[in-house]
């Protein structure tokens, strides 16, 4: 099945000197030198395609571009896309590139002729080999583990760093289906035998029968858990726990993957949340639909979205509203133009849902969240997720002008 993933920043620039890496999804810009600190993994086999950028601005003129590459295990794919001189946008809609189990991927960003400093937003499509499954991926990008406390990440997102209270790493599931196929790697080995680093992904606040755990010890960098099947239910919690274990030696970083199959067909998960407290300001913020954990703020806060139907949208805090007030999510399709979904929570609510609406992507359109309140409601961590649907027996037809990269390829060689 085809699964959108949705990513970029939109308000950091992008390096007009150097190459930098940025994860394949998630609110990451590109200013990581180092390749594997933006790696994801794969869990499970299948293709990625449909890579689409968009640029706030031009890179300015003859001779000057940005080239992005889908990295496959540190080496540049086939899967590439150009944006040269006075062009704003590229896509790439012919190549795919086949990926399996235990792949890592990340984005490579090399500009040219200096161009112009911008912003980026990117889009990229996995379909999974097998009907039904699409990825969650997640990791610490460059944020190194704790060696002496027990930490907590979202299980799908990069770019946080590890938090002690579970409840700042939660994620609301959108809709039934079942988690299998851990995978986990470390940057480095955590010292000497038996020091260890144990990775579970837990459900509503407690390690279960079902939970995926994968413990990865000294001489090893990575491991993974292909036997047990996690069940999970729409309004269910996930969250990864981190356990160091004998007190290692050495604090690595951390990437995962893990294979969702959902009870309908053609759904796939967007789960997203903020890292810290949002409390009674910034009424009318906005967020990108899938983040690393960033706060509501009013800046350029969408991520790029290409063909594919929101829907299932979910929203839960850590604590109620309080008193009269309320605590409201919107989805925004474009920039500051809301979408049909929306969730209003209510004291004593701390969740909601909207099981009704739902929201049509075309290619290109940047899709966020925006947050709003009435009152002065109580400061809660907040997270939200979506499901994207592609109809497996209806795709849609209209992907696009698979000659656009090529144009904008010939535009910068000055061929055209």
């Known amino acids: 099945m085809d699964q959108v993933m949705f990513g970029g920043n939109g308000t950091i620039e992008l390096p007009a000197g150097a190459v930098q890496y940025a994860p394949i999804l998630g609110s990451f810009s590109f200013n990581e030198n180092v390749e594997g600190e933006t790696r994801s993994v794969i869990p499970s086999a299948g293709k990625l395609r449909y890579l689409r950028f968009v640029l706030n601005d031009a890179p300015g003129g003859a001779g000057k571009d940005y080239t992005f590459h889908l990295m496959l295990n540190g080496a540049p794919t086939a899967l590439v896309v150009v944006i040269a001189n006075l062009a704003t946008s590229g896509s790439d809609m012919a190549n795919e590139i086949d990926v399996v189990a235990g792949d890592e991927v990340s984005l490579r960003c090399t500009p040219t002729g200096t161009p112009d400093k911008t912003e980026a937003r990117y889009t990229i499509q996995f379909t999974g080999s097998t009907a039904g499954e699409s990825i969650i991926l997640g990791s610490t990008t460059n944020n190194i583990l704790d060696s002496g406390a027990t930490g907590y990440r979202r299980v799908m997102g990069c770019g946080a760093a590890l938090v002690a209270n579970e409840n700042e790493a939660r994620e609301i599931v959108p809709t039934a289906g079942t988690i299998k196929n851990l995978y986990v790697e470390l940057s480095l080995d955590p010292g000497d035998d038996p020091e260890a680093y144990r990775f579970t992904v837990r459900?509503?606040?407690a390690t279960v029968?079902?939970?995926?755990?994968?413990t990865i010890t000294a001489d090893a960098t990575t491991g993974n858990d292909v036997a047990h099947n996690l069940v999970v239910a729409a309004g269910d919690v996930l969250t990864m726990m981190i356990e160091p274990l004998n007190t290692p030696t050495v604090?690595?970083?951390a990437r995962w993957g893990m294979t969702f199959v959902a009870t309908i067909d053609g759904e796939s998960l967007v789960l997203s949340g903020t890292a810290e407290t949002i409390g009674a300001?910034?009424?009318?913020g906005?967020?990108?639909?899938e983040t690393d954990g960033r706060l509501f703020s009013l800046s350029s806060s969408w991520s790029l979205?290409?063909?594919t139907t929101l829907r299932k949208m979910h929203w839960l805090l850590s604590a109620a509203p309080g008193g009269v007030t309320t605590r409201t999510l919107t989805i925004e399709i474009a920039v500051g133009g809301d979408g049909n979904q929306s969730v209003t929570i209510v004291d004593p609510n701390t969740w909601g849902s909207d099981l009704v609406n739902t929201d049509v992507l075309v290619n290109d359109n940047v899709v966020g969240v925006r947050q709003s309140f009435t009152g002065a409601p109580a400061a809660a961590y907040a997270c939200w997720s979506v499901v994207g649907y592609i109809d497996p027996a209806a795709p849609p037809a209209d992907l696009g002008n698979k000659s656009a990269n090529m144009g904008s390829k010939m535009v910068g060689a000055g061929l055209i």
């Not at 029968?209 to 994968?214: A, E, F, H, P, T």
């Not at 906005?286 to 639909?289: A, V």
Request: proline share 4%; hydrophobic share 30%.
């Open 286 to 289: 906005h967020n990108y639909i």
């Open 305 to 307: 979205g290409q063909i």
């Open 209 to 214: 029968g079902q939970s995926l755990i994968v």
């Open 281 to 284: 300001e910034l009424n009318n």
């Open 203 to 205: 459900l509503n606040g």
């Open 251 to 253: 604090e690595p970083t």
